[in-house]
């Protein structure tokens, strides 16, 4: 039997490229990549994928111009300010992960907030990668469970079972994302879910994120409907 879609992560690339074709600012893209969150995320309620994982920006994209990158964080605490009510209303669970230390307390002050008036939703639930890197997780989930295992917290002479490790994951009750979508028609993970990702399905598109139609995300479903899962079976 088919294993039904349950989580969905994209990687929502394209946004700088989308306005640099139209001869904007680079910030006018990512304005318009947040419209299409929004778009995306009522697609997955009415498909009843129960979690939708984005990656809105990475512990690379710090590299960016200090112009590019006060503009994202203005744009997500917008983001976070006019569609959270929206988030409430609908009873979505907003849940942010990665290192929320780097971001401006600002929007660490939104992020919390939001969490804390969603936490007792179940699903949907709408997950930001923010500051995020898939080593940098594995990283820190080792480093608490040395910190563990230091307080005696964990016993360090025991075997580390895998299912023992995930648990230091940033959010271990997720389950792991069956689809991965790309936009823009990269073929990279680009760092993202390294742990998660083991036996996800990928589906890229060279659609520009701000530009992913209804058309663009019934497709990769359907890509992912017509993938056989053995999850290292037969």
Known sequence: MKKPLRHLAVIMDGNGRWAEARGLPRIKGHSA??????RVLGWCKEAGIEYLTLYAFSTENWKRSRGEVNGLMRLLGVFLGTKGGKLVREKVRFRAIGRMDDLPPSVVGKIRALE???ESFGSPQLILALS?????EIVDAARRYAQDCASGAADADAPLSEEAFARY???????????IVRTSGELRLSNFL???CAYA???ST????????????DA???AYASRKRRLGGR
């Open 220 to 222: 990769a479903l359907a």
């Open 33 to 38: 990549g947040a419209d299409a969150v929004e």
């Open 194 to 196: 390294l742990w998660q």
């Open 201 to 203: 399905e990928f589906h």
């Open 206 to 217: 060279p659609v520009l994120w701000p530009d992913f139609s209804r058309e663009d995300f």
């Open 132 to 136: 995020y890197g898939g080593r940098a």
């Open 116 to 118: 804390r008036r969603t």
């Open 169 to 179: 994951l940033y959010a271990p009750d997720v389950p792991d994302p069956d689809l």
